[in-house]
T-cell receptor, first 117, second 114 residues
Framework: GAGVSQSPRYKVAKRGQDVALRCDPI?????LFWYQQALGQGPEFLTY????????KSGLPSDRFFAERPEGSVSTLKIQRTQQEDSAVYLC???????????????FGEGSRLTVL | AQSVTQLDSHVSVSEGTPVLLRCNYS??????LFWYVQHPNKGLQLLLK??????LVKGINGFEAEFKKSETSFHLTKPSAHMSDAAEYFC????????????FGRGTSLIVHP
């Protein structure tokens, strides 16, 4: 596609439910990042993929958070047993280059807004 | 570890007046620095980036930023604000070869009055 696509754009979950957020990066982009953006804050890093390899998951806040990119393209962020503090916008970004070598432009999706009741 | 500090949470200007959004960074390596803009309900968009070439960087929509190593600053400026500039602006630092994960500041909300 022309840009990074995220779905769903909005998700309301009851506390304790599991949710899955999908990211379709720009075709051919090697790098894929997930960020969490709380209201009024800057994006906070969650995890990074280079192709299908998850090279950094140091930002995942708990073991309830899990991400995958099995074929090196589409990625899914899964949150188990959601809590109210998980309410945020989850942003996906892709990049053509490997950030270890050169920091290229990040192309962001519009985000998935999760509200946990 | 790398970090950025955006010194103002809100900046308010009148249309046609200059814009200054301040950013200071901390980095152990030669950093790459970026400014991104986020309009309501839109994805983040790159305004400009510094990657150790010219210290004065020009971006889209008339924005520019100057890398000042001695001051560890990367302030964003525009000579004349337009109503369409009203948005959230984020300063970002990364360290290729070091802490390569792009790290965002908390953001500065630019308000433009007619």
């Amino acid at each position: 596609g022309a840009g990074v696509s995220q779905s769903p754009r909005y998700k309301v979950a009851k506390r304790g439910q599991d949710v899955a957020l999908r990211c379709d990066p720009i075709s051919g982009h090697v790098s894929l990042f997930w960020y969490q953006q709380a209201l009024g804050q800057g994006p906070e890093f969650l995890t990074y993929f280079q192709n299908e390899a998850q090279l950094d998951k140091s930002g995942l806040p708990s073991d309830r958070f899990f991400a995958e990119r099995p074929e090196g393209s589409v990625s899914t962020l899964k949150i188990q047993r959601t809590q109210q503090e998980d309410s945020a916008v989850y942003l996906c970004a892709s990049s053509l280059v490997q950030p270890t070598l050169n920091t290229g432009e990040l192309f962001f999706g519009e985000g998935s807004r999760l509200t946990v009741l | 570890a790398q970090s950025v500090t955006q010194l103002d949470s809100h900046v308010s200007v009148s249309e046609g007046t200059p814009v200054l959004l301040r950013c200071n960074y901390s980095s152990s390596y030669s950093p790459s620095l970026f400014w991104y803009v986020q309009h309501p309900n839109k994805g983040l968009q790159l305004l400009l980036k510094y990657t150790s070439a010219a210290t004065l960087v020009k971006g889209i929509n008339g924005f520019e930023a100057e890398f000042k190593k001695s001051e560890t600053s990367f302030h964003l400026t525009k000579p004349s604000a337009h109503m369409s500039d009203a948005a959230e602006y984020f300063c970002v630092v990364s360290e290729p070869g070091g802490s390569y994960i792009p790290t965002f500041g908390r953001g500065t909300s630019l308000i433009v009055h007619p």
